[in-house]
């Protein structure tokens, strides 16, 4: 598969061994697609670093460059600009070969793997007894388009639903449950939304009699030493959250399901082994009656070393001893070789310190190199006024009322936009373009930054929006529509994509961009990257579609080329929001 930039890259390479010897090894050709296309198609910019490297003036440097470049048949013009760019302008017959290339590949030229990772994702994570907040949407969605992005690259991905299921919390749930009622006899007959509620009448009740708080204290030792009674009502709380959090997956399209369920209470058995294997290999030590690591590097404001506590002094392990053991887990039974944490920024410091203390331990070692952990930290979820997304009445909003009121304003979008939509079809349609909304939203912010929740942005037909894509591709299916109904359509002659006019070229040469785009998003885990380019891609199809007429093409060769430009541009799109999540539908 002939990607562009790779052999450019390769002829560079070569290019600057021959010319520059040893002073050049290892250098990078720095070939990036111009931003503007009277300086040629592709830029190289190696010679400005190793200009000042060799102490030599990078415009000589790049003509040595350029004097030992062989492009033959694959640039038609080669050219100095400025400093020392290379402006580099591709042959016209061997950009049409690239992407009729790209276009008979089903994946669009993106490689597999090799070697393919095993790959353990952590992401979601939701606490059982509460419902999933606009905190976990962040998590879910940005864990599922990394995961669909390193899965389409060929890795595998283990999922890990980290779930919070264990604490000193449910003492208090569990004993509140044994003494409502009327409801203890039949606990199984709560809802989900009774359970959020009954958590915080609970929490209430802990904080408020102490008598009760010292019963639900007992009740945590009861469900520590595995009473049989209380273990079965603990299931209760997690059964019927599962249901809840399935659910909202299954409405987010996210890909996660009970098999991919590592809640912390799976590494309790793990927990004592983990913190003795510290202790034997000396890197944990008593502090204050907790035993504790100080990860190298970590210090309070004192100046004094970190502690990451793994054992309170009542004997009780914490989040991070089963951090911990989900690391030892991950790397000794998943055999991952990269893992990956999806949660919100606050937790880096949690994480760095995990993942310092793991490696300390040795448990990170392989012999072809470390196993890479690496935090995936996102920013908060805004409200209009600036501060953290809150209900009217300043509760979290939950996850379902948003999920509801994006079905909603989604349909009336639709209803606006198209009113001869059939209504079976606009209420799928609308689901699709609600859940791509909101999901585009979240994922087209560079992630670590905070982001202002916004519903008329994010169902806007214009900008950089889900709607906006989804309607591009819409537009491509009914222009095929419309030359199936015509006749123009030959099912027989076969054509490439047309790159004779500049829209075309531009269009042409932003498809070639796709491959190196998983690849970004595949090691920066950013899927913002993706969000960008396809915003490109929709935006360079809409200037193409403009000056070039398509069913209305002055011949029929033409017209088919284009068509089959259009076909890609579809499948680009298509399968660049299917990798963030998002569906696409015929018509809206
Ligand atoms: N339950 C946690 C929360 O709600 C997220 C878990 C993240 N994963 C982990 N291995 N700690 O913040």
């Not at 670093?49 to 694959?74: E, F």
């Not at 597999?112 to 509460?130: E, I, M």
């Not at 273990?231 to 890909?255: M, P």
């Not at 999920?403 to 059939?422: G, Q, T």
Request: hydrophobic share 45%; aromatic share 8%; charged share 25%.
């Amino acid at each position: 598969m002939p990607d562009v930039q790779s052999i450019l890259n390769e002829r560079f390479r070569a290019a600057m061994a021959k010319a520059l010897g040893d002073a050049a090894a290892g250098a990078d050709p720095a070939i990036r697609p111009s931003a503007n296309p009277t300086f040629g198609d592709f830029q190289a910019n190696a010679a400005m670093a190793l200009g000042k490297k060799l102490g030599q003036k990078p415009r000589d440097v790049a003509q040595k460059i350029v004097a030992a470049l062989d492009v033959a048949g694959i640039c038609d013009k080669v050219e100095i600009a400025g400093p020392g760019f290379v402006n580099l302008h591709l042959n016209a017959g061997f950009l049409a070969g690239a992407v009729a290339a790209v276009a008979a590949d089903a994946r669009l030229g993106v490689p597999v793997a090799s070697p393919a990772l095993r790959v353990a994702l952590d992401y979601s994570g939701p606490n059982v007894a509460k419902e999933m907040h606009v905190g976990h949407l962040r998590s879910s969605v940005i864990g599922d388009a990394i995961g669909r992005v390193l899965e389409f690259q060929g890795h595998t991905v283990i999922r890990q639903n980290h779930m919070g299921d264990w604490g000193t919390q449910f003492g208090m749930l569990i004993q509140n449950l044994m003494e409502s009622a009327g409801q203890a006899g039949q606990p199984e007959s709560m809802s989900i939304g009774d359970l959020n509620a009954f958590y915080q009448a609970s929490k209430k009740r802990f904080d408020e009699d102490a008598e009760f708080a010292t019963r639900a204290r007992q009740r945590v030792v009861a469900l520590q030493s595995g009473d049989e009674r209380t273990l079965r009502l603990w299931g209760v709380f997690i059964e019927q959250s599962k249901r809840h959090f399935n659910e909202v997956y299954k409405r987010l399209r996210v890909r996660l399901t009970d098999d991919d369920i590592r809640a912390e209470s799976f590494y309790n058995p793990m927990l004592a082994e983990t913190v003795a294997e510290l202790e034997s290999k000396g890197l944990a030590r008593e502090s204050q009656g907790a035993l504790c690591v100080f990860p190298e590097g970590y210090k309070n404001a004192d100046g004094d070393p970190l502690p990451l506590i793994i054992r309170k002094s009542d004997g009780g392990f914490l989040y991070a001893t089963t951090d911990l053991a989900a690391v030892r887990y991950r790397a000794r039974d998943l055999k991952a070789d990269r893992m990956v944490y999806v949660t919100d920024a606050r937790q880096r410091q949690h994480f760095a310190m995990v993942f310092k203390a793991a490696a300390e331990a040795g448990w990170l070692a392989r012999p072809q190199g470390a196993v890479s952990a690496e935090h995936v930290p996102f920013g908060t979820v805004l409200g209009e006024d600036n501060k953290p997304f809150k209900t009217r009445s300043g509760e979290v909003v939950k996850l379902t009322n948003l999920l509801d009121e994006a079905d909603e304003r989604a349909a009336a979008v639709l209803a606006s936009k198209n009113p001869d939509l059939p209504a079976e079809q606009r209420k799928h349609v609308a689901e699709v373009v609600a859940i791509g909304a909101l999901k585009y939203a979240d994922l087209s912010n560079d992630r670590i930054k905070d982001y202002v929740f916004n519903w008329d942005r994010m169902l806007s037909f214009d900008g950089n929006t889900a709607p906006y894509l989804q309607y591009a591709f819409v537009r491509i299916r009914s222009i095929f529509r419309k030359a199936q109904a015509q006749g123009l359509i030959d099912a027989k002659a076969s054509s490439s994509p047309s790159v004779a006019e500049p829209a075309e070229r531009a269009l042409a040469l932003k498809i070639l961009q796709f491959p190196g785009v998983v690849e970004g998003v595949g090691q920066s885990l950013e899927p913002h990257r993706m969000t960008t380019y396809l915003y490109e891609v929709a935006s360079r199809f809409h200037d193409f579609f403009e000056h070039c007429p398509v069913l209305q093409a002055p011949d029929a060769p033409t017209r088919a080329a284009r068509l089959a430009l259009c076909d890609l541009v579809a499948r680009v799109l298509k399968q660049g929001l299917e990798l963030l999540g998002i569906e696409v539908v015929e018509q809206m």
